[in-house]
């Protein structure tokens, strides 16, 4: 699709100050190999006048640690086998059978189809897992069979040694033959079963959020810094190329002062709103209701909240022991076991920027929103917006989402002299008032209002075999990378580079203090949210405040 989309473009009539810029360009290093073939394509002279006085890029790319030849194989304990347990457990090179078989019967019926044969050429992380939980039985045996298909073939495949299927969490973490764990529960145990684990001496890998409550914010933070051990939050944008190539852009003053930026979620599906599927295998003689239940210290500090401040309307309608097939499948939509719109899509929205722009945890935040779409007993808001502020950085970041529209929207961020949108593409359009480039927009150089510079990191055929929810990570470079023109699962990149610092001593790129800022930030949007007021963070006491 990008190269079509790029033939498309160079079909219709351009401007000399476009081509003009388009042919400075070329002479840029652009990563990926479908963004250099894309320019490759332009003819260019080079006698004529360019912008490399005012725009110039290195060529950098998403750093994979180089594995070690004699490392170490690490021994893995899973943690949760539900829509995100699969995706991590594929990454890391472990598949269900039957998924394998359906995406063989495909390439079969379609070439471009390429899932199977991708999945079938990804790393070996050199790895083993040795151990899986979870309390939907159904899952759990998905999850054995899964790891056990050391070869990545399907239904009719040969199998390696099964892993063990444990029945609480604090089994497996008791188990000897267990060096790390990934964890993929539910939000309102992430933590808890963080702090466990690190107490342990096992390595994490936990799925954002960081945490449920605030409390546990300080206590996972706290427990993971006096392990030693090697943490990394699931937040795989940290791998994503084009991210890197907007950082650069950000320090090198490209976009001149940024003041604003917009970040966003559109989706428009029941499945968007987390209004999963009910597995037909699901009841009370399959499903642990007991350890689904949030641990009593964790329900405490979130009663304890929602009672001191008059919040008991946001709670669940039903008591938290009382079995529902719906709360466990649907779990995100109550906040009772879920961190709502601010802990399941906007950390990643966050995480991104934070990442670009190292903002850390804003000054303040105000959110407001409500259950305006999805009446259907949920007690998380489907639209959202919160707007956090920095005055030390003399920037606003908001963030809104709505989970009844997919009007597309990119990352914007807004400089005095040029804007860069953030999706599919990287994007960078100049400012008609720039200061930078006044005198390249008089002489006809630059037009404002045009692309200036486009980086495609690739996405072709994304749209093709994905679902919908899949298609709207893929469009946000949440679910491929590129490093020297190959092709990467980012999640896949992301579980790589915990491993490699595991073996290597060295620290993962979403760290505990990474996760830190991740944590309270998103806390601070929906305590906004809840209270109908303005939460500010004392940095030197590191707390929440009110306004």
């Known amino acids: 699709m990008a190269e079509e989309n790029e033939e498309k473009k160079q079909s219709q009539p351009q401007s000399d100050g476009r081509r003009e810029v388009l042919k400075a360009l070329a002479t840029v290093p652009v990563l990926g190999a479908m963004a250099y073939g894309a320019y490759k394509k332009l003819s260019y002279d080079r006698s004529r006048r360019n912008v490399k006085d005012v725009f110039s890029l290195e060529k950098h790319e998403p750093k994979i640690i180089p594995a070690q030849p004699d490392g170490k194989k690490n021994r893995l304990g899973v943690i949760g086998y539900g829509i995100r347990g699969k995706q991590l457990l594929r990454a890391a090179g472990f598949a269900d059978p039957e998924l394998l078989e359906s995406w063989k019967q495909a390439a079969l019926k379609n070439k471009k189809d390429t899932r199977y044969e991708n999945y079938r050429n990804q790393d070996d992380l050199n790895i083993e897992v040795t151990g899986v939980c979870d309390i939907f039985d159904t899952y759990a045996d998905m999850a054995v069979k899964a790891c056990a298909n050391i070869y990545r073939e399907g239904v009719d495949g040969k199998y390696g040694t099964a892993p063990k299927r444990y029945r609480t969490y604090k089994e497996l973490l008791a188990a000897d033959d267990i060096d790390a764990v990934i964890i993929a529960a539910p939000d309102h145990w992430h933590s808890t079963m963080a702090i466990d684990a690190a107490r342990a001496g096992k390595h994490v890998y936990v799925e954002k959020p960081l945490s449920w409550t605030v409390p546990e914010t300080y206590a996972v933070r706290q427990a993971v810094k006096e392990s030693g051990i090697t943490f990394q939050l699931g937040h795989q944008g940290r791998q994503t190329d084009s991210y890197i190539k907007a950082k650069e852009i950000i320090d090198k003053g490209i976009l001149g ?77 109550w906040w009772d076991y879920s961190t709502g719109l601010s802990g399941d899509l906007l950390t990643h929205e966050f995480d991104a920027i934070n990442q670009i722009m190292e903002l850390g945890i804003p000054h303040s935040a105000s959110s407001s929103g409500g259950i305006y779409f999805f009446k259907d007993g949920r007690t998380v808001p489907d639209v959202l917006t919160t707007t956090f502020e920095y005055p030390d950085r003399d920037l606003t970041l908001m963030y809104s989402a709505t989970q009844a529209s997919s009007r597309k929207r990119g990352r914007v961020i807004m400089g005095h002299d040029a804007s860069m949108e953030l999706g599919e593409t990287l994007t960078v359009t100049v400012d008609a008032n720039s200061t930078r480039y006044k005198e390249k927009i008089q002489e006809g150089i630059i037009k404002p209002g045009i692309p200036f510079y486009t980086y495609v990191p690739g996405s072709d055929n994304v749209d093709g075999f994905t679902s919908a929810t899949e298609l709207y990570f893929a469009q946000r470079g949440l679910l491929y990378t590129y490093v020297n023109g190959k092709r990467y699962d980012t999640t896949h990149l992301h579980i790589r580079e915990w491993l490699e610092c595991i073996r290597q001593g060295l620290t993962p790129s979403c760290n505990i203090d990474q996760a830190f800022e991740e944590a309270i930030t998103a806390h601070m949007g929906t305590r906004a949210y809840l209270e109908g007021r303005t939460m500010y963070w004392d940095k030197d006491k590191e707390e929440i405040t009110r306004g």
């Open 257 to 333: 002062q940024v003041n604003l930026i917009e970040v966003c979620t559109n989706r428009n599906s029941p499945n968007g709103a987390w209004v999963y599927n009910i597995h037909k295998t699901g009841n009370e003689q399959t499903i642990d209701w007991s350890q689904f239940m949030p641990a009593p210290e964790r329900w405490k500090e979130y009663t304890d909240y929602m009672t001191s401040n008059g919040l008991e309307r946001f709670m669940g309608p039903e008591p938290i022991d009382k079995f529902s097939l719906e709360r466990f499948f649907r779990w995100r939509c």
